[in-house]
């Protein structure tokens, strides 16, 4: 009998002494904490980003929801939180779950999964351009150019860096010999791109010959993984002949990413202080680039030719 005594008062003392670990019935589980506490810290950082003050009927409105999500009353979590917070190693286990949930949602975020509209923007507002070739203010032959007199090549590798875009645009119009004939067939302009593994890109396009002063304008999309080595192009690559020959407002502009690729001191000395003149406004940039992607282009070339009215 006394050992039957002994052993029911041994019983009753170690569960008095663990009672205390022991989740009473009224107490959320460990897998209800964790996702109340997720949706009570996510909702805290959409309001801390708004500006939401920690007193207000919002806030309050936030919590009820998500208790309400939940199907509890904000008096059965406080007592759990309450009796979490005595055994600090069951709420320390259900933090860093919460922690790893949130973890997961940032590289989420970042790879834009929840707004893939705002990926665009955001590389451009990393963008920022140069013109990278100093042309004449105007070309002008009478009858046929000098050969390679409208050629240009840029070999230098400073001058390049990964997911390089290049834009090159200028006017240009022809007065034919041959006033019917509306383009020279055995004349083109193009621009060419070498990258590091000796591959190359080329956009070409055809002449016009209407004595009309033509916009064109020429792309080359990036490289995801390849860096531009060199570049060079041709106003007018060919033998048709001509009357004359007038280009004017040339550029050459590469588009890069200024966070990433900073200009080099070379660059700057070459051209000088970049002024706005140098320079394409994000807003045209934006423009182009949405235009590139919202139309199907031919092994990924975009060529733009536009017919202007000029005074002579």
Same mark, same amino acid.
């Given at each position: 009998?006394? @050992? ?23 107490? +959320? ?5 964790? !996702? ?7 909702? #805290? ?19 009820? *929801? $998500? ?8 008096? /059965? ?6 009796? *979490? ?10 933090? #860093? ?24 923007? =955001?590389?451009?507002?990393?963008? #920022?351009?140069? !013109? +990278? ?14 050969? =390679?007199? +409208? ?12 997911? #390089? /875009? ?6 240009? /119009? ?13 004349? &083109?302009?193009? +621009? ?6 000796? &591959? ?18 020429? %792309?080359?999309?990036? @490289? ?6 060199? $570049? ?6 060919? !033998? ?10 040339? %550029? ?24 706005? %003149?140098?320079?394409?406004? &994000? ?9 590139? =992607? ?5 092994? =990924? /070339?975009? $060529?733009?030719? %536009? ?6």
């Amino acid at each position: 009998m006394k @050992n039957l005594i002994y052993l029911c008062s041994l019983f009753f003392a170690l569960c008095s002494l663990n009672s205390c670990n022991m989740r009473p019935f009224s107490v +959320l589980d460990a897998e209800q904490m964790e !996702n109340i506490l997720y949706d009570i810290h996510l909702a #805290d950082a959409t309001m801390s980003v708004k500006h939401v003050s920690a007193y207000t009927e919002i806030r309050r409105s936030h919590y009820d *929801y $998500i208790f309400e999500k939940h199907h509890i009353t904000r008096e /059965k979590f406080e007592k759990s939180i309450a009796w *979490y917070a005595h055994n600090p190693k069951k709420l320390e286990q259900i933090y #860093d779950k919460v922690k790893e949930r949130f973890n997961k949602l940032q590289v989420d975020v970042d790879n834009y999964l929840y707004h893939p509209e705002n990926k665009m923007l =955001d590389e451009i507002k990393s963008l #920022d351009t140069v !013109n +990278l070739y100093t042309f004449e203010k105007e070309y002008f032959f009478k009858n046929q150019p000098p050969k =390679d007199s +409208l050629f240009f090549e840029i070999k230098n590798r400073e001058y390049f860096a990964l997911k #390089d /875009k290049f834009i090159w645009k200028f006017l240009l /119009k022809i007065e034919p010999l041959d006033t019917n004939a509306k383009t020279l067939e055995h004349t &083109k302009n193009y +621009l060419t791109v070498t990258y590091t593994n000796g &591959k190359e890109k080329t956009v070409r396009g055809i002449i016009n010959n209407d004595n009309k002063l033509h916009r064109y304008t020429f %792309q080359l999309p990036e @490289n995801d993984s390849l860096m531009p080595v060199s $570049i060079r192009g041709h106003f007018f690559d060919g !033998n048709d002949m001509i009357r004359s020959l007038t280009i004017d407002s040339a %550029q050459l502009i590469r588009i890069y990413n200024a966070e990433k690729y900073p200009l080099p001191d070379s660059l700057k000395i070459k051209f000088g202080k970049i002024i706005p %003149q140098d320079t394409v406004k &994000k807003n045209e940039i934006k423009e182009v680039l949405i235009k590139s =992607d919202l139309r199907h282009f031919r092994n =990924d /070339k975009f $060529i733009e030719r %536009q017919t202007l009215q000029r005074k002579e």
